[in-house]
């Protein structure tokens, strides 16, 4: 049996913004991808300024020193920036896909044991269930990467849909 099923979103911002602003992701410098680099840069820019201050004890010979760390320093800002600029695209991503979830009238998901499919007022994605790559199942949230990616969250369906949307995932995902 091939049945499709229907899946009413509710399209409050609130709902989908708790799910993608959660524990610090729009955070510049804080974020899960940039916290390391903020702080090693943190770390090596204090040992290069106590180095600094240093200077004079360290005698001309030692100098080779504070240009190994003054390049580290650098390295740490280059890959720092580099993140920083990451997080910065992803949430303008998300600002964008934010605005056109408050935007739309209707959005759905509909799904049968072969595909899948997202529909955002009159504009529709379509994927197999085998162009799925991962998928992740949690109290809060559905996610499915693949060809295109999705996040669902639980509080932007009924729990009956969200209940068969988890088990048309454990079917059809393959692993």
Same mark, same amino acid.
Do not use: H
């Given at each position: 049996?091939?049945? %499709?099923? =229907? +899946?009413? /979103?509710?399209?409050?911002? $609130?709902?989908?913004?708790? +799910?993608?602003?959660?524990? *610090?992701?729009? @955070?510049? /410098? ?13 770390? #090596?820019?204090? #040992? ?12 001309? %010979?030692?100098?080779? #020193? ?11 800002? !280059?890959?720092? @920036?580099?993140?920083? *600029?990451?997080? =910065? ?5 998300? %600002? ?5 979830? %408050? ?5 759905? !998901? $509909?799904? *049968? ?29 559905? @996610? ?32």
């Amino acid at each position: 049996m091939n049945e %499709e099923k =229907v +899946i009413k /979103l509710k399209t409050d911002r $609130r709902i989908f913004e708790e +799910i993608y602003f959660n524990g *610090n992701q729009a @955070s510049l /410098l804080l974020s899960p991808t940039t916290k390391g680099k903020t702080t090693t840069t943190l770390i #090596i820019g204090a #040992i290069l300024l106590a180095a600094l201050i240093l200077k004079n004890r360290l005698g001309e %010979e030692n100098l080779g #020193i504070l240009y190994f760390l003054s390049f580290l320093f650098l390295l740490c800002v !280059i890959f720092l @920036s580099v993140s920083v *600029n990451n997080v =910065v695209r992803w949430k303008k991503g998300v %600002e964008q896909y934010l605005k056109s979830v %408050e935007a739309s009238k209707s959005y759905e !998901i $509909r799904f *049968n044991n072969e595909s899948f499919e997202i529909n955002m007022d009159d504009q529709k994605e379509s994927s197999l269930w085998k162009d799925f790559e991962t998928a992740d199942i949690n109290d809060d949230y559905v @996610s499915l990467e693949g060809k295109y990616n999705y996040m669902f969250p639980k509080k932007s369906m009924s729990t009956d849909d969200y209940i068969m949307l988890t088990a048309a995932i454990r079917k059809n995902f393959k692993e």
